[in-house]
């Protein structure tokens, strides 16, 4: 049973805009939320997190939103540029520190 | 920032035989690393948690004989795949926590090691 879903494989978004990736939850006992950038046959590259206290955690051109009553987190990069064309996996915690349970990913192509 | 160096970044063997992955924490010292497979287009899913001084954890289907885990030291982990099949072949990464506060230093990962099993 996941508990992190990303239910879009992927998301096409034209340079310029913004791109939104969504993620839900299921265990309430996560406390602590990630974003990961990644590229085939690397480890993934961290992007932004958000504790369980907060709704909304900005960094440059990422943000990031919480909303613990629905289990839902989504990712907004604005403005999306073609080097951010990657896979996308979110991921959630316990606990800062503890190994993370990541969802399957979502491909973001980003057009020029 | 914090560093995870993985060795080697690609290795071929041959069915039966024993593959060891290296996790290194450049600048800091781990008491614990997290060891992560991926198979295409899949997500990355825990396989064990490995315990400077004591045993690994293993998730539940990861087969602990199979899988050996080594935290010999603060900065160094391994993984050897023992008689290694086809069916092992994937995409191997491990992560390790960096030292202070946890919520301002998120996991690092190393590079992943691809695993072919021929």
């Known amino acids: 049973d996941q508990q992190v879903k990303q239910n879009s494989p992927s998301l096409s978004v034209q340079e310029g805009r913004i791109s939104i990736l969504n993620c839900d939850y299921t265990n309430s006992m996560f406390d602590y939320f990630l974003w990961y950038k990644k590229y085939p046959a690397e480890g993934p590259t961290f992007l932004i997190s958000?504790?369980?206290?907060?709704d909304k955690n900005e960094d440059g051109r990422f943000t990031v939103f919480l909303n613990k009553s629905a289990k839902h987190l989504s990712l907004h990069i604005v403005p999306s540029q073609p080097g951010d064309s990657a896979v996308y996996f979110c991921?959630?915690?316990?606990?800062?520190?503890?190994?993370?349970?990541f969802g399957k990913g979502t491909t973001l192509s980003v057009s020029s | 920032g914090a560093v995870v160096s993985q060795h080697p970044s690609w290795v071929i063997c041959k069915s039966g035989t024993s593959v060891k992955i290296e996790c290194r924490s450049l600048?800091?010292?781990?008491?614990?690393m997290f060891w992560y497979r991926q198979f295409p287009k899949q997500s990355l899913m825990l396989m064990a948690t490995s315990n400077e001084g004591s045993k690994a954890t293993y998730e539940q289907g990861v087969e602990k004989d199979k899988f050996l885990i080594n935290h010999a030291s603060l900065t160094l982990s391994t993984l050897t795949v023992t008689s290694a099949h086809p069916e092992d072949s994937s995409f191997y990464i491990c992560?390790?926590?960096?030292?202070?506060?946890?919520?301002?230093?998120?996991?690092?990962f190393g590079n992943g090691t691809r695993l072919t099993v021929t």
């Open positions: 600048d800091f010292q781990a008491t614990t």
């Open positions: 958000i504790s369980s206290i907060k």
């Open positions: 991921a959630a915690s316990s606990q800062a520190g503890t190994a993370l349970i």
């Open positions: 992560s390790a926590p960096p030292s202070g506060d946890a919520y301002n230093s998120p996991l690092h």
